[in-house]
């Protein structure tokens, strides 16, 4: 099965500064991985996924098989982005979440 | 489009009696739904797998016999937590698919916060 780890249980970063949670798979095989957040008094919601190499809110995340990492990337941190995110791997059609990693920004 | 609600958002029980919530898919048919409990500052927890027209799949630990789950239809799952205690207090979050692919991504609900008195 696949498995997850993110170090950091919090990310403190200043407005503006650039921030990356840290995201690392163990598997044999492809990986299957999502980025979900989920924002103070919100419903969880899809971030990004691995295999559509998509931009959204100005995050990314690139699959690096070297490294067996799958870490999420945002150049300049808005305030806006304070929340709980979620790297989640995806088999056998359910989705197992980890402990994740709380992102503060602060003005 | 993908909008899973769920209802109520919270509820307030006494100790002893039955709460149900429902998870609804207001624009695509679920053929499997999925329950998860978080509590206070912590991640999501699995509880159990719901399948449109059959028996739930339980993970390791949850009791089946007191959280109920129906799937009777392709658009609605229910949790029934029975003969509640103040433990069972939680935020319970419904997730339902909306594609075909695994790959699509998940829709969660805007969960219901349980508290038993």
């Known amino acids: 099965a696949q498995r997850v780890t993110q170090p950091e249980k919090l990310l403190s970063v200043f407005k503006g500064a650039p921030v990356e949670l840290k995201c690392n798979y163990s598997?044999?095989?492809?990986?299957?991985l999502f980025w979900y957040v989920q924002y103070s008094r919100q419903r969880l919601q899809l971030l990004l996924r691995h295999i559509s190499r998509e931009s959204i809110k100005g995050f990314t995340a690139d699959l690096n098989k070297g490294e067996t990492s799958f870490h999420l990337k945002k150049p300049f941190a808005q305030e806006e982005d304070s929340a709980m995110y979620y790297c989640?791997?995806?088999?056998?059609?359910?989705?197992?979440f980890g402990t994740g990693t709380r992102l503060q920004v602060f003005p | 489009g993908a909008v899973v609600s769920q209802h109520p958002s919270w509820v307030i029980c006494k100790s002893g009696t039955s709460v149900k919530i429902e998870c609804r898919s207001l624009d695509f048919q679920a053929t499997t739904m999925f329950w998860y409990r978080q509590f206070p500052k912590q991640s999501l927890m699995l509880m159990a797998t719901?399948?449109?027209?059959?028996?739930?799949?339980?993970e390791q630990g949850v009791e089946k016999d007191k959280f109920l789950i129906n799937h009777a239809s392709l658009t609605l799952s229910t949790l029934t937590v029975t003969s509640a205690h103040p433990e069972d207090s939680s935020f319970y979050i419904c997730?339902?698919?909306?594609?075909?692919?695994?790959?699509?991504?998940?829709?969660f609900g805007s969960g219901t916060r349980l508290t038993v008195v």
């Open positions: 719901s399948n449109e027209g059959s028996k739930a799949t339980y």
């Open positions: 989640v791997p995806y088999n056998t059609d359910k989705l197992i």
């Open positions: 598997y044999s095989g492809s990986p299957e």
């Open positions: 997730s339902a698919r909306w594609g075909d692919r695994v790959s699509d991504g998940y829709t």
